[in-house]
T-cell receptor, first 113, second 113 residues
Framework: GENVEQHPSTLSVQEGDSAVIKCTYS??????FPWYKQELGKGPQLIID?????GEKKDQRIAVTLNKTAKHFSLHITETQPEDSAVYFC????????????FGTGTSLTVIP | KAGVTQTPRYLIKTRGQQVTLSCSPI?????VSWYQQTPGQGLQFLFE???????NKGNFPGRFSGRQFSNSRSEMNVSTLELGDSALYLC????????????FGPGTRLTVT
């Protein structure tokens, strides 16, 4: 099956700085890569996603880039704010495994005011 | 549009008992997936239901089962509970599954004593 690795596991940034979280995947048949934000006591919230036919997608302060050749994708958050503090998960979905989602282990982001 | 709802939100059970968790997907969504989230194993896929049929299954023992009703609502059942079943159980819905994006509910926190 698919194997998704996520780094770093923890990340602290000053308010206003940028944060970057990286994920790699193993299955070349993976074609959909969402990012989720999970706040304490809540379920994961879809914040941005990218499909394999696109290299980059941006939504206000959040962007995701995908490198299919290297099998990695990254989440970029600019101008970070304290409310961005949460755990972020990447995921990959492969048609090879019945379109099952495989998740990274999460990155705990802390934005210091 | 209302989001994914899960009931109950919290549950405490004793080893050996069984438990049933409920999930109501976003209106119009026909695919419901279940995940187990623990600090040690992260987010792990349990199964997916679409049009009342199990379409995909993760690597969990047969004690974990589920079903979906004609209105797309889903239930999952865990029999003969073990201490290791303590986790946050998340339900996610998507319009058709497959290539669609997936939205999570708030989860049910199950504690087995």
């Amino acid at each position: 099956g698919e194997n998704v690795e996520q780094h770093p596991s923890t990340l602290s940034v000053q308010e206003g700085d940028s944060a970057v979280i990286k994920c790699t995947y193993s299955d070349s048949a993976s074609n959909y890569f969402p990012w989720y934000k999970q706040e304490l006591g809540k379920g994961p919230q879809l914040i941005i996603d990218i499909r394999s036919n696109v290299g980059e997608k941006k939504d206000q302060r959040i962007a995701v880039t995908l490198n299919k050749t290297a099998k990695h994708f990254s989440l970029h958050i600019t101008e970070t704010q304290p409310e961005d503090s949460a755990v972020y998960f990447c995921a990959a979905r492969s048609w090879n495994t019945g379109n099952q989602f495989y998740f990274g282990t999460g990155t705990s982001l802390t934005v210091i005011p | 549009k209302a989001g994914v709802t899960q009931t109950p939100r919290y549950l405490i059970k004793t080893r050996g008992q069984q438990v049933t968790l409920s999930c109501s997907p976003i209106s119009g969504h026909r695919s419901v997936s279940w995940y187990q989230q623990t600090p040690g194993q992260g987010l792990q896929f349990l199964f997916e239901y679409f049009s009342e049929t199990q379409r995909n299954k993760g690597n969990f023992p047969g004690r974990f089962s589920g079903r979906q009703f004609s209105n797309s609502r889903s239930e999952m059942n865990v029999s003969t509970l073990e201490l290791g079943d303590s986790a946050l159980y998340l339900c996610a819905s998507s319009p058709l599954g497959g290539i669609d994006e997936q939205y999570f509910g708030p989860g049910t926190r199950l504690t087995v004593t």
